[in-house]
């Protein structure tokens, strides 16, 4: 929001016609899947669980410390689902649309924590190796391998509507990953009765988690930074708006996001004198809007606008 300087000298704001409140059509939908991922990953932790008691592996146990946190990630983000799409108030104007990204960093801040134990417990292992029981550790690799298959082509349509959906999706292709690496490990004490696979793949899930999980706290910390939207050139909208008729200046131009799909844009435009006396504010209000939402890749339907006129005092230094 453009901040610093009043209303009074005729200020016009306006958001574009037909843009939306923010929520996302397919929250329906997006909810379905990852309800039903949930289901699935709660059915795989049980599963490791027992299985990591039986095998003594610690592949099967850091998978199941991953799936741990991936139910409670899942849960996180069916609720953050479930508060973005309901309505706003007076209070909350924007509604609850941020939850999805603070579900996001919920999310990716467990993964962290999980990928650095494991890292820290398989070099533990690698010099103390135990006994792992490699017959039932292929089988619960298994069941674990083929529960991720299915959530992944749960979540693969919806993976790139928002953060909270990335974020589950991502979360659950390192379970599958992981799931291949205890299979591999067990194979390996099986056919070479070399115990420390099972540490080595432990230490490999953690490289899987830990940069995945990185990508995605700078993701969600640009949107709480309310940091320019990616591929938006503020710049370049800078330079559209000074083009138009009549409009002298741009200073306050912020850009921002108030979730990972909802991009809004504020600005101070400086206009000719006689645009507050001839009734062209409106067309060129107009003409604004379609500017910022139709001529970049990044559409933005949520745009204020405030005119001034030339004369209109400077409170203060301007800000970009």
Do not use: K, Y
């Not at 599963?47 to 990630?73: K, N, P, Q, W, Y």
């Not at 890292?119 to 298994?142: D, N, Q, T, Y």
């Amino acid at each position: 929001m453009a901040a610093g300087h009043g209303h009074a000298g005729g200020g016009d704001h306006g958001h574009r016609p037909g843009g939306t409140a923010g929520h996302d059509h397919t929250a329906g939908a997006s909810r379905t899947r990852l309800q039903i991922a949930l289901a699935l990953t709660a059915a795989v932790l049980v599963v490791e669980v027992i299985g990591a008691v039986m095998t003594r592996s610690l592949a099967l146990f850091v998978d199941a410390a991953h799936m741990l946190t991936d139910v409670a990630g899942l849960a996180t983000a069916v609720v953050a689902s479930r508060l973005a799409d309901l309505p706003t108030s007076d209070r909350r104007t924007w509604g609850w649309a941020r939850a999805e990204v603070l579900g996001a960093l919920a999310q990716a801040a467990l993964l962290l924590g999980v990928g650095v134990f494991a890292l820290v417990e398989g070099v533990r292992r690698l010099f103390s190796p135990p006994e792992v029981l490699a017959g039932p550790l292929v089988v619960f690799g298994a069941i674990g391998l083929v529960a991720n298959v299915v959530a992944l082509l749960v979540l693969a349509g919806g993976r790139r509507s928002n953060l909270n959906m990335r974020a589950a999706f991502l979360e659950v292709v390192n379970d599958a990953l992981g799931s291949v690496g205890v299979i591999v490990s067990a194979l390996c004490i099986a056919l070479f009765g070399w115990q420390r696979a099972d540490a080595i793949v432990g230490i490999l899930i953690a490289g899987l988690i830990i940069p995945r999980t990185l990508v995605l706290l700078r993701a969600a910390g640009s949107v709480l930074m309310e940091q320019t939207p990616p591929g938006l050139d503020l710049a370049a909208v800078r330079s559209h708006i000074l083009a138009l008729p009549h409009v002298r200046e741009v200073h306050d131009l912020h850009a921002s996001r108030v979730a990972s799909n909802l991009p809004v844009l504020s600005a101070h435009v400086v206009v000719d004198e006689e645009c507050f006396t001839d009734g062209h504010t409106a067309a060129l209000l107009n003409d604004l809007q379609e500017c910022v939402a139709e001529h970049f890749v990044v559409s933005i339907e949520h745009s204020t606008f405030q005119f001034e006129p030339p004369s209109h005092p400077d409170e203060g230094s301007r800000h970009v």
